[in-house]
């Protein structure tokens, strides 16, 4: 039997998933996505080439591979559309040999986006409709891709030759030996169910997505892997315990689209360098810009400059009990780079009393506030390291006291886009 090994956001989403998946592909047979819709946005930078994907697997640039749209997602024809057009443009043709969409997954339709438009906004969504379509789908009332594929139009009719029934394909692939990746969309602390609920999203981004929204049972399901940044970002409304700074700050702050047109590349720079002498004096809000602003932290979808904190431990455990994670994956751990130090929220106060959970009540998350222990930050660019032995003592020491607090191995850790900035701790939890 082939091995199944998922790939989930430990966070709030836009942990740098697409990243990872991308690196693992090699060694993939199948690459699926089990939930969500073009809400998720997923980078990955392969050489000179940067790809944004909001519906296509990341696994579709690596050619020879099957790609798999699973049933628990929702899909807006006309975006995958244009994203298979915008892959086939740049020299990637797309076939049913590298693509499979699931007849059961639901379509959004141009009601839901306008309905998402107009009450979305109170918890951040992104306006495409997603909440709609699912909701529709649970009321029994939507439409499923076999039935939109067979309809008279130009999306439907380029569309068709993709449409199978993918789980049929999922567990033959298993059964063949073959290795199967899934790719996780949005975070764990956006679940649906167990996320900071109502500011989450419409599908069950945690370990239990891959089962109901691919069709595989869960004893296929070999591991699951966690990817969490080495800091902490957030889109959208909810809380944030370990907030750097305050939405209200942050409202305004200028985009970096118009930074860098008032202020060029150079000004960026110095700009940054700027902030970083404000951080480095125990200034919240500047440490927060200086992490948005190394760390490029705009959303890929929305193009919304992220909330940023400190790595919130207490979120991180909850996370990993809720998925049964196998190993934690770091990072953007370059993005701590010149920080004089860096803190980690290991537990919360809540009514002037310590608290170790992770509180599911949405009032009392919003009540509690940080306790931190604080760690000596490293100078140095740690972009072109080649190994984890290779870091600096205070960043090898940092990745060191995440795993003894959050008591499970870091098998891997990133520290820049490229897939040659990537440190695998241990081979024998992958393929």
């Known amino acids: 039997m082939g091995k199944v090994l998922a790939i989930l956001g430990g966070q709030w989403g836009d942990e740098g998933k697409g990243k990872i998946v991308d690196f693992l592909t090699e060694k993939a047979d199948v690459i699926a996505r ?3 819709g073009n809400n998720a946005g997923h980078t990955v930078k392969v050489g000179d080439e940067t790809f944004k994907f909001h519906l296509l697997p990341s696994g579709i640039i690596s050619k020879g591979k099957l790609n798999v749209i699973g049933n628990g997602t929702v899909i807006d024809p006309k975006v995958l559309l244009n994203e298979i057009q915008a892959m086939e443009s740049r020299g990637y043709p797309i076939t049913p040999n590298e ?23 109170k918890v951040g969504t992104t306006g495409r409709g997603i909440g709609p379509c699912y909701a529709d789908k649970v009321r029994r009332v939507g439409i499923r891709m076999g039935e939109y594929a067979t309809k008279d139009t130009i999306p439907s009719e380029r569309l068709l030759p993709f449409v199978r029934e993918t789980y049929r394909i999922l567990n033959a692939a298993i059964d063949e030996g073959k290795n199967v990746l899934v790719e996780g969309a949005q975070g764990s602390l956006l679940d649906i169910d167990h996320g900071t609920y109502p500011y989450v999203t419409s599908s069950n981004s945690t370990a239990g997505g891959i089962c109901t929204g691919l069709g595989i049972a869960p004893g296929r399901i070999t591991a699951v892997h966690g990817v969490f940044k080495a800091y902490v970002t957030r889109v959208g409304g909810g809380p944030f315990v370990s907030e750097l700074g305050s939405e209200a700050q942050l409202k305004k702050e200028p985009s970096i689209e118009e930074v860098k ?9 110095q700009l940054r360098r700027r902030v970083l002498i404000k951080a480095n004096h125990d200034d919240a809000y500047n440490a ?29 455990k909850y996370a990993i009990t809720i998925n049964g994670f196998s190993s934690a994956i770091l990072t953007k751990l370059d993005v701590l ?11 919360y106060e809540l009514n002037g009393k310590s608290i170790a959970s992770f509180p599911t009540n949405i009032r009392n998350l919003e009540k509690c506030t940080p306790a931190y ?3 000596p930050g490293w100078e140095e660019d740690i972009s072109k390291v080649k190994s984890f032995k290779d870091l600096p003592k205070n960043a090898k020491s940092y990745v060191e006291a995440l795993h003894a607090i959050m008591q499970i191995p870091v098998s891997i ?6 897939r040659s900035q990537t440190a695998v701790l241990d081979p024998r939890m992958f393929f």
Request: with cysteine; proline share 2%.
């Open 34 to 36: 089990s939930t969500g």
């Open 99 to 121: 693509l499979a969409i699931s007849a059961s997954a639901h379509i959004i339709q141009q009601k839901h986006i306008d309905e998402d438009i107009e009450s979305g906004g």
């Open 261 to 269: 047109r008032d202020m060029g590349r150079d000004g960026v720079a």
């Open 288 to 316: 927060g810009r200086y992490l948005r602003l190394q760390g490029m932290e705009y959303g890929t979808t929305t193009g919304r400059p992220r909330r940023t904190g400190w790595f919130d431990a207490v979120a991180a």
């Open 337 to 347: 780079s010149g920080l004089r130090e860096v803190k980690v929220c290991v537990g």
């Open 373 to 375: 222990r604080i760690m």
């Open 413 to 418: 850790v990133s520290f820049g886009p490229e």
